[in-house]
């Protein structure tokens, strides 16, 4: 009895595998901060959470750039904290427009 070779049909679907462990590893340790302070959630539905979330991101960027290199509260790198935010602005866009 021959061994034939299997077949996986991927072409053209996400290679997940290639985002860097480590923003993977920043943005969870971001969120479990972040859910330890306040609550597991909470973001998605703190009100005006667009704007608040871009004004959080700059100033992790501006702090990040004056050569501050973690956050003083979470002693997380802002850099993990931009990500965040910026992820929170990718689920709210995409999420607002599915509701429309």
């Not at 859910?35 to 667009?50: F, I, M, N």
């Amino acid at each position: 009895m021959g061994t034939e070779a299997g077949v996986k049909l991927d072409q053209g679907k996400l290679q997940l595998s290639l985002i860097p462990h480590e923003a993977i590893i920043g943005l969870g340790e971001v969120l479990t901060f972040g859910a330890e302070k306040y609550t597991p959630h909470g973001w998605k539905t703190v009100p005006d959470a667009k704007k608040r979330y871009e004004d959080a991101m700059l100033r992790h960027y501006y702090s990040h750039k004056a050569g501050e290199e973690n956050d003083s509260e979470s002693g997380l790198s802002h850099l993990k904290h931009m990500l965040t935010n910026m992820v929170f602005l990718i689920y709210l866009e995409e999420n607002e427009e599915r509701n429309d």
